[in-house]
């Protein structure tokens, strides 16, 4: 059954560092743009990170640039997101996401996409 796989959460404290990833399985991750999405408890979902299906243009929202960089493997059908200096707003479960027909993320429009497969997130706690 196709799938996405995030891991890598996990509990850190203020100024550290993670980095997440999003595994596909059943099918091949090298035509579909990934974004990273995360919910905090009480907060609507956030569109945090994409990448295109080659690679070559990402976006990022506000709140995770210059901290955040998104990057895909695409031999390992594997996504990444290494996220550093991390602080307690960053507290959330991480969701990635596929969607196999815009081929970009065309700015930030990707947040809009209808997606193709969803993983089941992975919890990140920043605490001290």
């Known amino acids: 059954q196709p799938q996405l796989v995030e891991s890598g959460g996990g509990s850190v404290q203020p100024g550290g560092s993670l980095r997440l990833s999003c595994a596909a399985s059943?099918?091949?991750?090298?035509?579909?743009?990934i974004g990273w999405f995360r919910q905090a408890p009480g907060k609507e979902r956030e569109g945090i990170s994409c990448i295109s299906s080659h690679g070559r243009s990402t976006n990022y929202a506000g709140s995770v640039s210059g901290r955040f960089t998104i990057s895909r493997d695409n031999a390992k059908n594997t996504v990444y997101l290494r996220m550093n200096s991390l602080k307690p707003e960053d507290t959330a479960i991480y969701y990635c996401?596929?969607?196999?027909?815009?081929?970009?993320?065309?700015?930030?429009?990707?947040?809009?996409?209808?997606?193709?497969?969803w993983g089941n997130g992975t919890l990140v706690t920043v605490s001290s």
């Open positions: 059943g099918f091949t991750l090298d035509s579909y743009v």
């Open positions: 996401a596929g969607n196999a027909r815009e081929g970009d993320c065309w700015g930030n429009r990707w947040i809009h996409y209808v997606m193709d497969y």
